[in-house]
């Protein structure tokens, strides 16, 4: 449980620092790290209203609200004080979504300025949980997906992990995860760590 924490909280600071890193030194960027797996991913061309959606460029992930309350409140962490709030947080959140809405999951999030301790966690928790919701029911073939607003059947996944030659504080191991169709991103994630 505490690797998975630390997890969410490494993609989380890789997120928030890739806006600062020049392209060319930036791990997150390259695609020529081996495969570790791959799979071919489903999905249903239709999803119940409320819902949330994770957009990348063209495309977006959407989730019922329905599918999305039961994704976390079977597989999110609640060992830590600031992990049990950030779940309670998104579970109410989604709760109180008006019906017929499709909804951006980052219009969810709690503003981290200002914030400090357990609630500055539960808010990085609460951003880290919606991109594990996200990549968790996607990978279960059971979040719909659309490019150019028109909803796609299938999509291919890829997790590659590679040793990248310039460290970054220290890590230099970098995991990657790309969901796909064509030449569109769905989905992406990248985290480093040491090994």
């Given at each position: 449980?505490?690797?998975?924490?630390m997890?969410?909280?490494?993609?989380?600071?890789?997120?928030?620092?890739?806006?600062?890193?020049y392209?060319?030194?930036d791990?997150?960027?390259?695609?020529?790290y081996p495969?570790?797996?791959?799979?071919?991913?489903?999905?249903?061309?239709?999803y119940?209203?409320?819902?949330?959606?994770y957009?990348?460029?063209?495309?977006k992930?959407i989730?019922?609200?329905?599918?999305?309350i039961?994704?976390?409140?079977?597989?999110?962490?609640?060992?830590?004080?600031?992990l049990?709030?950030?779940?309670a947080?998104?579970v109410?959140?989604?709760?109180e979504?008006?019906?017929?809405k499709?909804?951006?999951h980052?219009?969810?999030?709690?503003?981290?300025?200002g914030l400090?301790g357990?609630?500055?966690?539960?808010?990085?928790?609460?951003?880290?949980?919606y991109?594990?919701?996200?990549?968790g029911?996607?990978l279960?073939n059971?979040?719909?997906v659309?490019?150019n607003?028109?909803?796609?059947?299938?999509?291919?996944?890829?997790?590659?992990?590679g040793?990248y030659?310039?460290?970054?504080?220290g890590?230099?191991?970098?995991?990657?995860?790309?969901?796909?169709?064509?030449?569109n991103?769905?989905?992406s994630?990248?985290?480093?760590?040491?090994?």
């Amino acid at each position: 449980m505490a690797w998975e924490s630390m997890r969410y909280i490494l993609v989380l600071i890789i997120f928030l620092t890739s806006s600062r890193v020049y392209a060319e030194s930036d791990p997150c960027e390259l695609n020529t790290y081996p495969v570790k797996w791959k799979s071919d991913l489903s999905h249903p061309v239709t999803y119940e209203l409320p819902a949330i959606f994770y957009k990348s460029s063209n495309s977006k992930v959407i989730v019922s609200v329905s599918k999305a309350i039961d994704f976390v409140e079977r597989n999110m962490a609640t060992h830590k004080p600031y992990l049990e709030n950030a779940k309670a947080f998104i579970v109410s959140s989604l709760s109180e979504l008006p019906k017929n809405k499709l909804v951006d999951h980052s219009s969810l999030w709690i503003l981290t300025e200002g914030l400090q301790g357990q609630e500055l966690n539960k808010a990085i928790h609460v951003m880290a949980g919606y991109q594990g919701l996200f990549e968790g029911v996607l990978l279960n073939n059971d979040a719909t997906v659309s490019i150019n607003d028109k909803l796609i059947a299938s999509s291919n996944a890829a997790y590659m992990v590679g040793k990248y030659p310039e460290p970054v504080h220290g890590l230099n191991y970098v995991h990657k995860l790309v969901v796909s169709n064509s030449d569109n991103i769905v989905f992406s994630k990248c985290w480093l760590d040491g090994k």
